[in-house]
């Protein structure tokens, strides 16, 4: 008696031999596809399917057998797969490979497909084998919506990998000339097969870099003569520099242009300096253009060349937000280091208004010198004067508001002005400095400063000073190098006095020296004003110039280089006649403004020329060859006008030219691949030469050595 289902299962399995019907019914009801093939035919034809292949595929076992052997499109076949299954037929082992399959409906889907020999112990060559397939749709769409979020997030990164790049090269605004060329070579080596900047200055140019000191002009003019009747209303290049248009435009480089046209000029410079890009491209060559916006214009362009493709479409969209984004910050950057720069030379302008020129004082060698502080708006507090009261009296002033605003500017200039009158009218200081306490209470200038007020005297004994402190520091006198602090005379800030204010002398002998300075020239975080005076008056002891200027710039070369506040100096020297027999006036002095073009270097060499020979100076020819290098270099290298100042020294003829470009000059090493620095050579064996910085950029100085023109073996 048969005691279970179960157990009735067995017995007729096994009456059944093996068992197939329930094998049969087991097989149709797996949810897994799964076909039996005839092992005896080497094309292995279906002979059964069960009811999931026929979901999965659409076919039953008949149809399946019929198609069997279509065949599949070109890009669906997979012949190693198919190769591999074949080898693993011939060897009667199991084998699972990836395949596309063809639905009864025509589409074409991969899946994975397990073969096994089905095959008794009496039998050499297996009778059937079962096929099962593993459909891998859902899996490959999951693994390609991955895909595509590693791919985006990767494009993502790198576009903000990309903009800090262009960030970090933008952050350096006081570097005069921010590397364009630079953030253009990014560009290239990450998003486009080609890229650069172009500045719109009154008309397209090629940009290395922000040139601050080429303000903006507006609408840009047409490049070349455009003829008449042939006004390029449609150029698009031209349309976006006015800012009639806003967004990217396509150039098709091969387009024809009006001549003189923007658009004309801009593709022929692309054509000219594309380089692989273009030879790569496929079809006409387009360039993408991206105006360079400023806040209330277009300040120049960004063109581009795609790697891939033809104009927009060749770019990807990542690749494009990061264009636009360079694009913007360029803009931003160019516009604030032109308004940063506009507000520098405003202040200084303002500054330089207030501050005298170096006056021609008869009988004295009288240097002066001021720089405000570059962290600054280029204005601030620190003064001096040097006032021809009379024939026989001169007057010297130096004095620091504290502060460095425009306030504290307006409060100087308030004080140099009250100065400056009484000193005329009362030449002992002490009394001026009382007047000058009791007008500045009256007049309630909100910042408090301090100053040094002197009066020197020439009498048929020498000079004589006279001195008075308002809360300064004291002046230097250097004698045989010996330096005496002039401690005297001293009293409160100015404005506090009230008790009188007392007057200090000293008889000065040929060759003393007075140094006049402000704090800034001393003072440092890591040192107090106590040391500071004290290496002051190291360098002032051991400085060998036998003139004013010499002294000043050795001063300035050894405690000026990295100032942490305004600097003012004036050096008074009492010229020695041992120095040498004086050929009428000494020191005598010569100044020009000259403008930054090329006409300036002739203008320059007929200058020194001419004052050589009033001078009674020889070897002008030396002096002409080296003020023509330093003019030819600022005019060529420089910003703005070119300053141009001659000093008869007593020894020789010292030269001084300034302009804004803040850059040193170079000399070259005589390496074969460097350009230019040649001019700083020749003046190398003409004269003593060095440079400095000055509010403006800079001042390269050069004192000519007397003596004929050095041999060329030297």
Known sequence: MVNSRAERVALEAAADVPGRAVLARALDALSVPVAMLDGHDPHLPVVWVNHAFERSTGYD???????????????????????????????????????????????????????APVSSADDETPRYWVASLHDLTEQQSHDAEQAALVE?????????????????????????????????????????????????DGGLRAAEGVDHHRPPSGKGRRHGSVGDGQAPADDAVQLLLDGVKDRPLELDLSGDYVPGS????????????GGPALTNASGAPAAVVLPVSGRRRVLGLLVVLPRVGLGIDGIERSAQTVLELTARRVGLVIDNARLYDREHRLAETLQRAMLPQQAEVDGLDVWTYYAPNSENVQVGGDWYDVLQISPDVVGVVIGD???????????????????????????????????????????????????????????????RIEYSRAGHLPVLHVRSGEVTALMDGAGPLVGFGGHGRSTAGLDLAPGDVLVYYTDGLIERRDRGLRDGIAALSDVVGTVTARDS???????????????????????????????????GRSPRRRRWSLPSEPSSIGRARHAVVRTCHAWDMPNAANAELVVSELVANAVLHGFGHVSLQLYDTGDGLRIEVEDGNPAPPIATDGHPGRVGGFGMRIVERLADWGWRPSSRGKLVWAKVRPGALPPAGR
């Open 61 to 115: 076992a008949a149809t399946a057998l019929a198609h069997q052997r279509d065949a599949l499109p070109p890009g669906a076949r997979r012949p190693d797969a198919l190769l591999a299954l074949r080898d693993a037929v011939r060897a009667g082992r199991a084998s699972t490979q990836t395949m596309s399959l063809r639905r009864a409906d025509g589409s074409v889907y991969a899946c994975r497909v397990e073969l």
């Open 152 to 200: 985006a997030e990767r494009r993502e990164r790198r576009s903000l990998g990309l903009m800090t790049q262009v960030s970090d090269l933008l952050m350096d605004v006081d570097d005069r000339m921010t590397p364009l060329h630079e953030i253009a070579a990014l560009l290239r080596h990450s998003v486009v097969g080609w890229a650069a900047f172009y500045v719109n």
């Open 262 to 273: 923007a658009s004309a000029w801009l593709a022929g410079h692309v054509r000219t300096h």
């Open 401 to 463: 508001v504290v502060g460095h605003d425009v306030e504290a500017a307006a409060a100087m200039g308030q004080l140099r002005s009250v100065v400056r009158s009484y000193a005329y009218d009362i030449t002992t200081p002490g009394p001026v400095l009382e007047r000058v306490d009791q007008l500045v209470h009256g007049m309630r200038i909100p910042r408090s400063a301090g100053l040094v007020l002197s009066t020197l005297t020439r009498s048929s004994a020498g000079w």
């Open 549 to 583: 200027a010499g002294i000043g710039e050795e001063i300035l070369s050894r405690l000026a280089d990295h100032p942490e506040d305004d600097v003012a100096v004036v050096v008074v020297r009492v010229p020695d006649p041992r120095d040498v027999v004086e050929r």
